[in-house]
T-cell receptor, first 109, second 110 residues
Framework: RKEVEQDPGPFNVPEGATVAFNCTYS??????FFWYRQDCRKEPKLLMS?????NEDGRFTAQLNRASQYISLLIRDSKLSDSATYLC??????????WGLGTSLAVNP | SQTIHQWPATLVQPVGSPLSLECTVE??????LYWYRQAAGRGLQLLFY??????ISSEVPQNLSASRPQDRQFILSSKKLLLSDSGFYLC?????????FGQGTRLTVV
């Protein structure tokens, strides 16, 4: 099993839709998780941190399922500007971060 | 507030030429520093990380090297570039777990 695994997509959704991505991780001892957003040809930017069961910020909700070892990102009322690649990150050993390959989202008018 | 600067933004270099990419962080002390590479359509590959001046850990054998001559300066170098060195190079820093990235350097080796 890969350390961090994401469905690459692409997810194509209409404006206003609700979309959810999952990210599975292999290290059951992991305590914190992150979602980053990366626009085309740009650097990744931190979107949300998840330290306990979940986190909510406006239209974005991140949830953690420790039993099944996955985190999810839910986007409600999708906007065109939400089109990007969403990267899941899990801290590893020695201050390293383990990155998923990302899930591509395209929100269509 | 903390900021990270990375330059140049784009670079086109011939095969066999040297490389030097520089990254500096402002507004913090003793950050962890990272160099990543992202090939087209691929994920982030950790190349080097540093927890202090002169302390460099290499993640993958390659044609590149890194140095940290000052607390907030991280340099990525190569003596002779290969075609396979093309990619998007990202410098990042953190103190806690969340990482923050520079704007990246898009390197094309021709």
């Amino acid at each position: 099993r890969k350390e961090v695994e994401q469905d690459p997509g692409p997810f194509n959704v209409p404006e206003g839709a609700t979309v959810a991505f999952n990210c599975t991780y292999s290290n059951s001892a992991s305590q914190s998780f992150f979602w980053y957003r990366q626009d085309c040809r740009k650097e990744p930017k931190l979107l949300m941190s998840v330290y306990s069961s979940g986190n909510e910020d406006g239209r974005f909700t991140a949830q953690l399922n420790r039993a099944s070892q996955y985190i999810s990102l839910l986007i409600r009322d999708s906007k065109l500007s939400d089109s990007a690649t969403y990267l899941c990150v899990v801290p590893g050993n020695n201050r390293k971060l383990i990155w998923g390959l990302g899930t591509s989202l395209a929100v269509n008018p | 507030s903390q900021t990270i600067h990375q330059w140049p933004a784009t670079l086109v270099q011939p095969v066999g030429s040297p490389l030097s990419l520089e990254c500096t962080v402002e507004g913090t002390s003793n950050p962890n520093l990272y160099w990543y590479r992202q090939a087209a359509g691929r994920g982030l590959q950790l190349l080097f990380y540093s927890v202090g001046i002169g302390q460099i850990s290499s993640e993958v054998p390659q044609n590149l090297s890194a140095s940290r001559p000052q607390d907030r300066q991280f340099i990525l170098s190569s003596k002779k570039l290969l075609l396979s060195d093309s990619g998007f190079y990202l410098c990042a820093w953190n103190l806690g777990l969340e990482a923050f990235f520079g704007q990246g350097t898009r390197l094309t080796v021709v």
